[in-house]
């Protein structure tokens, strides 16, 4: 089951898995800084020609070691772009406990719902091209769709007060969900099918989410659910392509994300992270990365949390997004699509929204992204217009485009959202700036 932000239904399952013990991650390495070279996927730079202190991009690394030293987290990786360069990129802590292993700033990380974004990319992409529009019933390319009913508070199906629509997914106003979060009746009849194990194929997962009622009809409720792994099978139904291929083809190759994919092919499980849990005061290992779940084709191709990358492929993406859809002399998508997608696209009545701790008030959501409206509203360091996401193993990005800033911090532990650990670390950027 890989399409998630947060994994909670899992947990129970995976932390059977063997221990890896809570000795060692006291004793990791201490932080590997790199002088940014030249795979970190942007150019390296000095912070003061990005308008930045170098004294105070140091703070990074002992607020960032002092988690692997308590034993909060195995390790994990910082990186600081400006202005097109990278000012900082480091890693604290272990890859495998067990083993051991020292984390690598560029070991490969499970990025779970950071792949909403790259799927939501895509389907702009097809917008651009007349394949798909915005309006599009969902139907339109998953028939089955067009027969979903909504699940009354009387208990009853009703037909939808409109029918779904592109837009509907992008922005989670779809009224589907995950059954992860809630305990309506909707969540317990997606609890209750086994249809995120059992799909053969994102086809077949598809279909089968058709057959399972709405929350609320289409572009009443914000909830955040399935819609962008639905949205990966509209990308494959207009373009005519897997979704693993359509991804290469057009956004990982021309960005030179060469480590970004579904799976994590056996010559570079060197650098694969260990995922892992707090559990009875000790990390245990949830996902090995030898022989996990990210080591073998999955069942159905998420586009709502499927891929595994690195810092250095994906702040390549996330720099063609500051710079409104180009990187060098490889363009994405227009500036006008981007800017579109980048701007809250949510009525009053839905906005701010809310996911449990990860966001403060102030947000609202884009076509793909929690959108900054009101950064007075946030205790964050935000700026309006700020742009963001995260995923299940607390990996986290944002994009100021008024600062022309990027920050990532990831490491590999549920439950999501566990520390403090993005706010502390967005507060040590901002307070680098000069």
């Known amino acids: 089951m890989r399409d998630k932000l947060c994994m909670p239904i899992a947990l129970a399952a995976l932390t059977a898995a063997a221990a890896c ?75 495998d406990v067990a083993a051991g ?23 702009m992409m097809l917008v651009e091209e007349g394949k798909v529009a915005l309006d599009d019933p969902v139907a339109r390319f998953i028939p089955e769709f067009g027969d979903v009913m909504v699940l009354t508070d009387a208990g009853e199906r009703a037909a939808p007060d409109r029918p779904m629509t592109v ?16 305990d309506s009746p909707v969540d317990r009849a ?37 819609s962008t792994d639905i949205l990966g099978r509209v990308v494959e139904v207009a373009s005519g392509q897997p979704l693993d291929a359509f991804f290469r083809a057009r956004i990982t190759q021309p960005l030179g994300m060469d480590d970004t994919a579904f799976v994590v092919p056996a010559g570079k499980r060197d650098r694969f992270t260990g995922h892992y849990a707090q559990q009875d ?16 084709t999955p069942g159905w191709l998420s586009g709502g949390g499927g891929l595994t990358s690195t810092a250095s492929d994906y702040i390549r993406f996330a720099q063609m997004l500051l710079q409104d859809g180009r990187l060098g002399d490889t363009r994405i998508l227009a500036p006008e699509t981007v800017q579109m997608m ?29 959108v900054v409206m009101d950064a007075d509203s946030s205790p964050e360091p935000d700026n309006d217009g ?49």
């Open 21 to 95: 013990g809570g000795a060692g991650v006291a004793d990791a390495p201490p932080p590997a800084a790199l002088e940014a070279p030249a795979d970190a996927g942007l150019p390296a730079g000095e912070p003061a020609d990005a308008g930045m202190s170098a004294a105070r991009l140091e703070r990074i690394g002992p607020a960032m070691r002092a988690y692997v030293d308590d034993g909060r987290v195995a390790g994990v990786m910082t990186m600081v772009a400006r202005r097109g360069q990278v000012v900082h990129w480091a890693a604290a802590g272990l890859r």
């Open 101 to 123: 292993d020292p984390l690598e700033p560029d070991d490969i990380f499970r990025i779970y719902s950071m792949t909403k974004p790259i799927t939501s990319v895509a389907t």
């Open 167 to 182: 837009e509907h997914l992008l922005t989670h106003t779809s009224g589907l969900t995950y059954g992860f979060f809630g």
């Open 190 to 226: 997606y609890r209750e099918s086994d249809f995120f194990t059992s799909a053969a194929g994102l086809d077949d997962f598809a279909r089968q989410a058709a057959g399972l009622p709405l929350l609320a009809s289409p572009g009443e409720r914000w909830n955040y659910s399935i």
């Open 281 to 296: 005061g000790a990390l245990q290992l949830v996902d090995s990365p030898a022989d996990g779940e990210y080591t073998r």
């Open 342 to 370: 980048r701007m809250n696209r949510l009525p009053e009545t839905l906005a701010p929204i809310q996911l449990g701790t990860y966001l403060s008030r102030g947000y609202g959501f884009g076509l793909g992204f929690a």
């Open 386 to 434: 700020v742009f963001r996401w995260a995923g299940a193993a607390n990996t986290f990005f944002w994009i100021d485009p008024a600062e022309e800033l990027i920050g990532m911090v990831w490491t590999q532990l549920n439950p999501f959202a566990a520390y403090d650990l993005e706010r502390e670390f967005q507060t040590l950027v901002y307070e680098a700036l000069e």
